[in-house]
């Protein structure tokens, strides 16, 4: 590669990546509905009350595991990427 080519690059990735850093300055961050459960979730795992939670539904046999468990193999993206699994020659799915 030329010397010249490669700085025009360099130059090309340095303009890019300041632009976006000048750009995401210049924006405040929009707080998502989501940071909230996020923080509050966190705050389980790290006051133990998730490993809590998680060991009374282990030992109580996984009743609500198996349930979301059934729902999300259930649920129509999985159904039809089995039947879309099946036409596909080349893809294991045993796997």
């Given at each position: 590669?030329?010397?010249?080519?490669?700085?025009?690059?360099?130059?090309?990735?340095?303009?890019?990546?300041?632009?976006?850093?000048?750009?995401?300055?210049?924006?405040a961050?929009?707080?998502?509905?989501?940071?909230?459960?996020?923080?509050a979730?966190?705050?389980e795992?790290?006051?133990?009350?998730?490993?809590?939670?998680?060991?009374?539904?282990?030992?109580?046999?996984?009743?609500?595991?198996?349930?979301?468990?059934?729902a999300?193999?259930?649920?129509?993206l999985?159904?039809?990427?089995?039947?879309?699994?099946?036409?596909?020659?080349?893809?294991?799915?045993?796997?």
């Amino acid at each position: 590669m030329r010397a010249s080519t490669v700085s025009r690059a360099s130059r090309s990735r340095r303009s890019w990546a300041s632009s976006r850093a000048a750009s995401a300055a210049s924006v405040a961050p929009i707080a998502s509905p989501h940071d909230a459960g996020s923080r509050a979730l966190l705050a389980e795992i790290q006051n133990g009350t998730f490993a809590k939670n998680w060991m009374d539904e282990y030992h109580g046999g996984l009743k609500r595991y198996n349930e979301y468990k059934t729902a999300d193999s259930e649920h129509l993206l999985e159904t039809t990427g089995k039947e879309l699994r099946k036409l596909m020659s080349w893809v294991n799915d045993e796997a």
